[in-house]
């Protein structure tokens, strides 16, 4: 079995950004190591407010992925970067509206991605969307 050597806190930046929410937990908006950046997963909260979005499942995707693309931003990337998602949902029957969405920000090489229900979101959003990019 072999061992992973952690990697060493010089070659980890963090990634922190006022135009998207503020970690609301002990964790980073992003960290990039190297070429690869890992977002945390977002969710529909108006960074300039600190409110929910909450109208509907379509304007909580909709700032959810404007969250992600302002993290991206930060880290000189954009949704052309990303290669995975990953989309929680508290009812899989939001899973067309929110495809719908989603498309518009990867419709030419759209990134690799897993769909999940699960049983509650923090804030009690609907919608999450993690993802990792690479440069």
Do not use: W
């Amino acid at each position: 079995m072999s061992q992973r050597t952690p990697v060493p806190p010089s070659e980890r930046t963090t990634i922190k950004t006022p135009q998207a929410p503020a970690a609301i937990g002990p964790y980073s908006q992003a960290v990039l190591v190297n070429d690869t950046l890992y977002c945390s997963g977002q969710i529909p909260i108006d960074p300039e407010s600190g409110s929910m979005v909450t109208s509907s499942v379509e304007a909580e995707a909709e700032q959810v992925m404007k969250n992600l693309g302002a993290v991206l931003k930060a880290a000189g990337m954009s949704y052309a970067h990303v290669v995975q998602c990953t989309v929680y949902l508290s009812d899989i029957n939001h899973y067309a509206t929110v495809n719908e969405v989603y498309a518009r920000y990867f419709n030419d090489q759209p990134p690799a991605r897993a769909a999940i229900e699960v049983g509650s979101l923090p804030r009690q959003a609907r919608v999450e969307i993690s993802c990792v990019a690479v440069k």
